[in-house]
């Protein structure tokens, strides 16, 4: 069993986690994996941009007699602030390299280059696309002429400097880790696939840093790829169960994912994902009997509260994943745009 001291975990093999907290989020904390190798400790994710978190990061890598000048290399999962937050610091502090996947640094280095203001426009034009009410929109048209922009995350996220390519392994030395292309849950999402036997001899395919893909108890948010002056029609839910099933073939002996903690059949936990995104599409499905606009639709969906205590923030992630949902049903041929309609409601067909 692997041996838990407080924030840092080994996993056996020349792996560990460190739990790095995410400051006021229910998901409590970040794992990040340190991988030796025989040029020094490579970090899979980083955790969130606050000097607690920074802190629990150095602290837990010198329980390993690591400095954080010693890091060689820091591989991302995904863009989000709570995986790719402290990496300019890291890199700063160690002259490490930062591996991401194309897709995602392309929304790194757009959402740093965007004005703010651009960003609530966007927000406020796909709000109203989407069916949203006048009283939660004027917020951020407030917010946008109040000039209190300055807070979002990502604006000052680290551009990455090295490419993580689908299939091809990356280059540690002495370690044998591939980049999986797991798309979903961002455009450019990976999980990283330890290829060596596991430390322990449980049966299966190595072991799999998942980073937000597949997760435990948790089913990872998929909405749509938020990008402005972007007119790609995205299917992100489609891309995400895609990739879950490669992630199912794959049947690793041991999941280290980025949130919670390390599991074993990940075949299992695929299922019981592919099974709940399935119900809540024939769920959707049956909602759209009565036309009805994306917004419509989140409210009238099964949340884990009401609508009504559902906070601002967290509705405009919630009408996002009705979007998302009703693109792949749109793509099934399960429902349709209603001709005429503005915003547009749609229908099951
Ligand atoms: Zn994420
Ligand atoms: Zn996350």
Known sequence: ????????????????????????????HTLVHVLDTDRGPVLVDTGWDDPESWD?????????????????????????????????RVREASGAWIAMHAAD??????????????????MSAKLAAAGAPEEHIAPLRAARASGRMRTLPGLRAAVPDREIVPAELLPLAGRRLRAIWTPGHTPGHVCLHLEEEHPANLPGNGRLFSGDHL?????????????????????????YLDSLERIGRLAPAE?????????????ARVRELLDHH????????????EPLTPWGLAERMEWNRPWEQI??????????????????????????????????TYRAV
Not at 1 to 28: A, E, F, R, Y
Not at 255 to 267: E, I, K, N
């Open 105 to 122: 640094t392309e929304v790194v280095v757009r959402t740093r280059s965007s004005e703010p203001g651009v960003w609530f426009d966007y």
């Open 56 to 88: 629990t990061l150095v602290a837990g890598l010198a329980t390993l007699g690591i400095a954080i000048a010693d890091v060689h290399g820091v591989v991302i999962t995904h863009h989000h602030p709570d995986h790719h937050g402290l990496s300019g």
């Open 1 to 28: 069993m692997p041996q838990d001291t407080s924030q840092v975990t080994d996993h056996g093999g020349g792996v560990w986690g460190i739990k790095v907290p995410i400051p006021d989020n229910p998901l409590g």
């Open 215 to 239: 997760l435990p108890g948790i089913s990872p948010h998929i909405g749509l790829y938020e990008a402005p002056e972007d007119t790609r029609v995205t299917d992100p839910l489609g891309d």
């Open 278 to 289: 399935e119900e809540r599409l024939a769920g959707l499905w049956a909602l759209l009997a």
């Open 255 to 267: 999941v280290l994912p980025a949130h919670q903690h390390a599991f074993t059949d990940a075949p």
């Open 311 to 344: 906070p601002y923030g967290s509705r405009n992630i919630a009408v996002s994943e009705a979007e998302a949902h009703l693109r792949r049903l749109v793509k099934q041929g399960r429902a349709e745009a209603v001709p005429g309609t503005d915003p547009v």
